[in-house]
């Protein structure tokens, strides 16, 4: 299976599930278009200062907004991640102060959210032929420790770690339901 097919699965799960809800809206990143036009399937844009190009600091896979306001931000490593990429993500998220979204591929205005309080799910699969989970743990560990002094009053951090994608999206999607509260 293709990188990043599984997380695209999860991502429109996420929109049918929660498409009933007004005060819930998902925003994802395709990473590749297939001239579908799901709803906020837009490429949500992640900023420090001013919105250019020059300031962009990363591409979010998901980010769930509550009654307007960003609730839950989403980064998922399917085939894995060394340190360094779970680093980057993480700093990135850190550094931003807004991102853009759109309702869909066509709306070229979209909308600037503020960072606030949010929930950052970092999903990581560690599966045998890929990564050691005790190795992405203690990593996992690590990096809160150093960031924990520095993460901005309201954010919250959580870092799964599954043995393969389909265990791995069960665990985030269960997460984000917890967080949204929708049993």
């Not at 579908?36 to 896979?61: F, H």
């Not at 950052?120 to 002094?149: C, W, Y």
Request: glycine share 6%; aromatic share 6%.
């Amino acid at each position: 299976m293709s990188s990043g097919r599984r997380t695209r699965q999860l991502q429109e799960d996420l929109c049918d599930k929660y498409q009933g809800r007004p005060d819930v809206s998902i925003y994802w990143d395709p990473h590749k278009s297939d001239g579908t036009e799901k709803s906020g399937k837009c490429r949500p844009t992640a900023y420090y200062g001013t919105k250019c190009k020059e300031n962009r600091v990363s591409y979010i896979d998901i980010i769930i907004t509550k009654d307007n306001e960003v609730s839950i931000i989403c980064e998922i490593e399917e085939s894995g991640a060394d340190p360094k990429k779970i680093a980057g993500d993480i700093v990135s998220l850190l550094i931003a102060e807004d991102v853009s979204v759109r309702k869909n591929q066509h709306d070229m205005k979209g909308k600037q959210l503020k960072l606030n309080d949010y929930f950052f799910i970092l999903g990581v699969n560690a599966s045998e032929d890929i990564a050691d989970s005790d190795r992405l743990d203690e990593i996992g560990t690590r990096i809160l420790q150093i960031i924990q002094p520095i993460i901005r009053d309201g954010r919250k951090f959580d870092f799964i770690i599954a043995d393969n994608c389909d265990e791995l999206m069960d665990k985030v999607e269960k997460r984000i339901d917890k967080i949204l509260k929708l049993k």
